[in-house]
């Protein structure tokens, strides 16, 4: 049953991984997901993830410090059940250096910018070309533009976005943690997306 | 004695040489000189815009990191101003500079009227800069620069735009060094300049607050510990490779835990007591609390504290690991002004600068309530499931002991209360029924409610120096509002560094009264005991409280004190050894 772990481990050396193998899971059906979310400081990372999450949306803006874990369930329509461990990594600077510890091992990354920001759009690009580099072989990448309600102050076009996600391979999307727009289709995309454990 | 200067201080330091004083007297002058003009002002005083008692300004939560688009100022206007508004000091004179060494902190009690407003923890005012009168007009400022004159904090107003007044500060700090020495206060007026330097990394206060340069340097301590809190000491390496290296990037998101941090400067006696305070709780309920700490702390976790607000439950380190109090203090600074710690469990970076300054801890953070938190401390970076574990282990056993729930009702009842001290039986004077006493939930309906506790006891602030804890009193009636009780707490602060003074004292005991209070303070090789009375009350009579709560202490030292955690039992029997 490879279902324990939706990734696999990465023994190499160097910096450790943050991963959880210890309880296995219950059914063929589920599914468990090491998901990352990295971008710019002030983008909406934690937003979107407490909508997803809790239904709740803050408009108080509130600094991540170092990394959030939440978790979440979703039920597909296929009955798979995909159980989300999501890290809401801090956009600070100087926590860059330990985004590793948290992307290592995740099944899926979702690369978030600001669409009226043009600098958090090339931050996202500098987050993906880091997770090529050193993230998981096959890890699931989504761009997202977050934002979307803020159109009248749109300075990234949705073209731009979606021709630099479809070079690189990932899926793009556009959301408002703010009025939850496309916030659980943009997890079920993922949830589709996410490689099926081999039946045993 | 110089006749221009208003603020003479009691103890004047011996002259420096005749040649450094002649250049210390051209810094006088230029420090002064570099004022903008507000800074002289005489009426600063009535202003009502101490430290945290800001109304105006708007929410700045993420405000640092971001590109400024502001114009950068050449320099401060003052620069260029001459000083007829300053009556003190129109006409700087060598021995008006302050630059006293060591000693200097005056005595003073000048009541320093300020209003009572709640704390505005994302006001930072960041429309103002060093042009604008409101940002001179502040009384305390906190300014964090690098060596080569890059602003990196600043408590008042954007950084950014305070480039020119950052270069003034730096320009004055290595002015002193280049002449082989080191600047450690600088007098204009009723300002206290007051200068930390930390390596590549400057941090000045400015202040008109009447607190001793001891007091200020102390808190600038904690400003840098908790700069190092958020980025360990091998930041300085950044400035190895790049003098001209930005800073304040890396501090991007923790206004909010500086703001706060100066905030306490004002109300927690930690900050100036370098001591931790407990929540009062039955020992049975601290013992079943700490017995699961301990588990945890045995399977490989440095320390786990568990905390409620800025109250220490129980804590506890692996072998030989001990926490430093201001370590305590900092983190729970950091945990509680940092609000995503509240949503949901963090694994976070942290640093405890007393334990090793040059090193990361990672820290799991997860709140059972909004007041109740626990800290676990590891060197592993992967040890977040570990730790998630052991939290849940930690949660059974706190719902199962009722522990939170003591917790709550500890929060809002189990304060100490001057009013509820034990009567002395002998005493003919006592309005008290015994009964009433040692009952730390006992509310007392006396009259005595009105006008403080038995002797005319106000207040007071019980520390064990042995187990580097304190204990405070509530407030009562008389000092109920946040300006009264800010400047009770000036005054205790005073108290402390003329007490601790390493020039005149250490002192034993002192008595001393004005307008305000009557203050004593007493301390021993055991406990530090600081005390105010209301300004008329009788001197044997306080001295006769004063010994009545250290026995009041004892008596329920076992619920007000965390005993015998391996992080921090050094001697504690030895705690109660001769009173």
Redesign the interface.
């Known amino acids: 049953m490879g279902c324990s772990s939706s990734v696999p481990a990465r023994s190499t050396g160097g910096?450790?991984?943050?991963?959880?193998d210890?309880s296995p899971a219950t059914d063929s059906k589920d599914l468990r997901a090491k998901l990352v979310l990295l971008g710019d400081?002030?983008v909406g990372k934690?937003c979107i993830v407490?909508r997803f999450v809790r239904g709740q949306f803050d408009p108080?803006?509130?600094?991540?410090?170092?990394?959030?874990?939440?978790s979440q369930t979703l039920a597909l329509e296929d009955s798979t059940i995909v159980k989300f461990e999501i890290w809401?990594t801090?956009g600070?600077?100087?926590?860059a250096a330990?985004a590793p510890?948290y992307y290592r091992g995740a099944a899926a990354a979702i690369v978030v910018y600001d669409i009226t920001s043009p600098?958090s759009f090339s931050k996202a690009q500098y987050w993906v070309k880091e997770l090529q580099k050193h993230g998981s072989p096959g890890i699931v990448m989504v761009l997202v533009g977050n934002k979307a309600d803020l159109h009248d102050n749109r300075s990234v076009s949705s073209q731009d976005a979606q021709d630099y996600a479809e070079k690189n391979n990932m899926f793009f999307i556009e959301t408002s943690a703010k009025t939850a727009d496309n916030i659980n289709q943009l997890f079920e995309e993922i949830a589709k997306r996410l490689p099926r454990p081999t039946a045993s | 004695m110089d006749p221009h200067n208003p603020n003479p201080t009691p103890t004047d330091a011996p002259s420096p040489p005749a040649e450094s004083a002649a250049r210390l007297a051209a810094l006088s002058l230029r420090g002064t000189r570099d004022l903008p003009p507000d800074f002289h002002t005489a009426e600063i005083h009535d202003l009502d815009d101490d430290d945290d008692d800001d109304d105006e300004g708007y929410l700045t939560a993420a405000s640092r990191g971001g590109s400024s688009t502001s114009a950068w100022k050449e320099a401060p206007e003052g620069l260029h101003d001459d000083d007829k508004d300053g009556d003190d000091v129109s006409q700087p004179s060598p021995s008006s500079s302050g630059y006293a060494g060591e000693r200097g902190s005056s005595l003073d009690d000048d009541p320093d009227p300020e209003p009572a407003q709640d704390w505005p923890r994302d006001k930072k005012h960041l429309h103002e800069d060093d042009a604008s009168s409101s940002w001179r007009k502040r009384k305390k400022h906190f300014f964090i620069l690098s060596n080569s004159g890059k602003p990196i904090y600043s408590r008042y107003g954007d950084e950014h735009k305070l480039a020119g007044f950052s270069a003034t500060l730096q320009a004055i700090i290595s002015f002193v060094e280049n002449s082989g020495d080191h600047i450690k206060f600088v007098r204009a007026g009723k300002h206290q300049i007051v200068f930390l330097v930390k390596g590549p990394i400057y941090l000045v206060c400015i202040s008109c607050t009447e607190e001793s340069y001891e007091g200020l340097r102390g808190q600038l301590e904690l400003m840098y510990g908790q700069l190092l809190l958020i980025l360990t000491k091998s930041v300085n390496r950044c400035f190895e490779k790049n003098p001209r290296f930005d800073m304040a990037t890396l501090l991007g998101g923790t206004d909010a835990v500086f703001q706060s941090l100066i905030h306490a400067f004002s109300w927690n006696p930690a900050t100036f007591l370098h001591a931790y305070t407990c929540l009062p709780l039955a020992q049975s309920t601290r013992q079943a609390a700490s017995a699961v700490l301990q588990d945890v702390a045995d399977s490989g976790v440095l320390f786990v504290l568990l905390m409620c607000e800025h109250k220490v439950i129980s804590l506890v380190g692996a072998q030989k690991a001990t926490l430093h109090p201001d370590d305590i203090l900092l983190l729970a600074n950091f945990i509680l002004s940092s609000e995503s710690f509240r949503t949901s469990e963090s694994f976070v970076p942290i640093c405890l600068p007393r334990y090793n300054p040059m090193a990361y801890l990672h820290a799991y953070v997860h709140f059972f309530d909004e007041h109740t938190y626990v800290a676990l401390l590891t060197t592993r970076s992967d040890a977040f499931y570990d730790l998630k574990d052991s939290r849940a282990r930690i949660q059974n056993v706190l719902l199962k002991s009722n522990v939170l729930i003591e917790v709550q009702r500890s929060l809002h009842e189990n304060a100490l209360c001057v009013e509820d001290l034990p009567t002395d039986p002998s005493s003919q004077s006592a309005s008290h029924p015994p009964e009433s006493s040692r009952d730390m939930n006992s509310q007392s309906l006396s009259s005595e409610m009105a006008i403080g506790g038995p002797g005319g006891l106000w207040h007071f602030i019980y520390k064990s120096v042995y187990l580097d804890q304190f204990v405070s009193s509530e407030f009562p009636s008389p000092i109920s509002n946040k300006k009264q009780q800010k400047r009770l707490y000036k005054a205790y602060q005073k108290l402390y560094a003329s007490m601790h003074d390493k020039a005149t004292g250490p002192h034993k005991t002192q008595y001393r009264r004005d307008e305000d209070y009557v203050l004593f303070c007493w301390i021993t090789q055991d406990f530090e005991l600081y005390a105010a009375f209301n300004p008329l009350a009788d001197k044997t009579q306080a001295i006769k409280m004063c010994n009545r709560v250290c026995q009041w202490v004892r008596d329920l030292e076992n619920e007000i004190f965390v005993y015998g955690e391996s992080a921090l039992s050094w001697q504690y029997h030895r705690c109660w050894g001769g009173i």
Do not use: H, P
């Open positions: 910096l450790n991984t943050i991963s959880n210890s400081s002030g934690s407490l108080t803006s509130k600094v991540t410090v170092g990394a959030s874990f939440l809401d801090a600070q600077e100087r926590y330990l510890l600098e």
